[in-house]
């Protein structure tokens, strides 16, 4: 197990029946946290392994606790079912890591509608329909953190991607915006994104380059848990990149994120990205 930096919290991750979802439960649980495995899988499946149950059972071996929830973000009754089986098993809601996610990379002209409802509907409305059902649990307990898994916003390179980061802007736009209204609250909201590719089943299933360009999945997790061990009023309504904010906390060794120990992944996020509506911390 970890050192315990998240004792005693609850934390509701999204999509966390596999990939980057599975990898921050796990992170969270050995922490100490109680973890909500909310995903849609129910039934593995050969191009999509594991289940909300099978992370459930990782978990519980490794001396955690998890509660799976079995959710279809995009329906409203399913989240409201989240919430309240979270409340009445834990009592409380301390963190939402909306990380459940579709990918579509391809032009305008090759993006059919029903492509382009389903990574809103995943991505932009899920985020916004998930946090606005636990925000009042995470208030009335005092505060606590979400995260939306998406990059910071920048209008380069947009070209073939332009479905997909409208919906995954819409989830920055809503760190950015949230984290303006319930800065008083004791509520933090951030967005977390990575420098590099990163090893999943979408990048895998996609065929989005391979191990000697992709890092593992631990980095995110990492980053994730320095944004939760943060005090909600200090890191707030920013747009973070996994490496450079793991540098503000003073990680320099990043080789050990690597899928393929000998090649450094290139960084594909510029470096510079002009800052949009930042709340002062």
Same mark, same amino acid.
């Given at each position: 197990?970890?050192?315990?930096?998240?004792?005693?919290?609850?934390?509701?991750?999204?999509?966390?029946?596999?990939?980057?979802?599975?990898?921050?439960?796990?992170?969270?649980?050995?922490?100490?946290?109680?973890?909500?495995?909310?995903?849609?899988?129910?039934?593995?499946?050969?191009?999509?392994?594991?289940?909300?149950?099978?992370?459930?059972?990782?978990?519980?071996?490794?001396?955690?606790?998890?509660?799976?929830?079995?959710?279809?973000?995009?329906?409203?009754?399913?989240?409201?079912?989240?919430?309240?089986?979270?409340?009445?098993?834990?009592?409380?809601?301390?963190?939402?890591?909306?990380?459940?996610?579709?990918?579509?990379?391809?032009?305008?002209?090759?993006?059919?509608?029903?492509? &382009?409802?389903?990574?809103? *509907? =995943?991505?932009?409305? #899920?985020?916004?329909? $998930?946090?606005?059902?636990?925000? !009042?649990?995470?208030?009335?307990?005092?505060?606590?953190?979400?995260?939306?898994?998406?990059?910071?916003?920048?209008?380069?390179?947009?070209?073939?991607?332009?479905?997909?980061?409208?919906?995954?802007?819409?989830?920055?736009?809503?760190?950015?915006?949230?984290?303006?209204?319930?800065?008083?609250?004791?509520?933090?909201?951030?967005?977390?994104?990575?420098?590099?590719?990163?090893?999943?089943?979408?990048?895998?299933?996609?065929?989005?380059?391979?191990?000697?360009?992709?890092?593992?999945?631990?980095?995110?997790?990492?980053?994730?848990?320095?944004?939760?061990?943060?005090?909600?009023?200090?890191?707030?309504?920013?747009?973070?990149?996994?490496?450079? &904010?793991?540098?503000?906390? *003073? =990680?320099?060794?990043? #080789?050990?994120?690597? $899928?393929?120990?000998?090649?450094? !992944?290139?960084?594909?996020?510029?470096?510079?990205?002009?800052?949009?509506?930042?709340?002062?911390?």
């Amino acid at each position: 197990m970890g050192q315990g930096r998240l004792e005693g919290r609850v934390i509701i991750i999204t999509g966390a029946s596999r990939g980057i979802g599975r990898c921050m439960a796990l992170s969270f649980a050995r922490e100490g946290a109680r973890v909500v495995v909310a995903a849609k899988s129910v039934n593995p499946r050969p191009s999509l392994p594991g289940t909300i149950h099978t992370v459930a059972e990782e978990i519980t071996r490794a001396g955690g606790e998890a509660l799976p929830v079995r959710v279809d973000v995009r329906s409203e009754d399913d989240v409201r079912a989240m919430v309240r089986k979270t409340v009445e098993r834990f009592g409380r809601i301390d963190a939402l890591i909306n990380n459940a996610g579709a990918l579509w990379w391809q032009d305008v002209l090759d993006t059919p509608m029903k492509r &382009f409802d389903l990574m809103h *509907g =995943v991505n932009a409305r #899920a985020a916004f329909m $998930c946090t606005q059902a636990v925000l !009042p649990t995470m208030i009335e307990g005092g505060g606590g953190h979400v995260i939306v898994c998406s990059p910071p916003i920048s209008l380069e390179s947009m070209g073939g991607k332009t479905g997909y980061l409208m919906s995954k802007y819409g989830m920055t736009l809503l760190a950015h915006g949230l984290a303006e209204e319930v800065k008083d609250r004791g509520v933090s909201v951030n967005a977390l994104w990575p420098v590099t590719l990163v090893e999943s089943l979408a990048t895998i299933n996609f065929k989005i380059g391979g191990p000697q360009v992709w890092r593992t999945p631990e980095i995110l997790a990492d980053a994730a848990l320095e944004i939760l061990r943060s005090p909600p009023a200090e890191l707030t309504g920013r747009a973070l990149l996994d490496e450079d &904010f793991l540098r503000e906390r *003073g =990680v320099t060794d990043f #080789a050990k994120y690597r $899928c393929d120990p000998e090649h450094e !992944p290139p960084r594909v996020m510029p470096s510079q990205i002009p800052k949009v509506g930042l709340v002062p911390g």
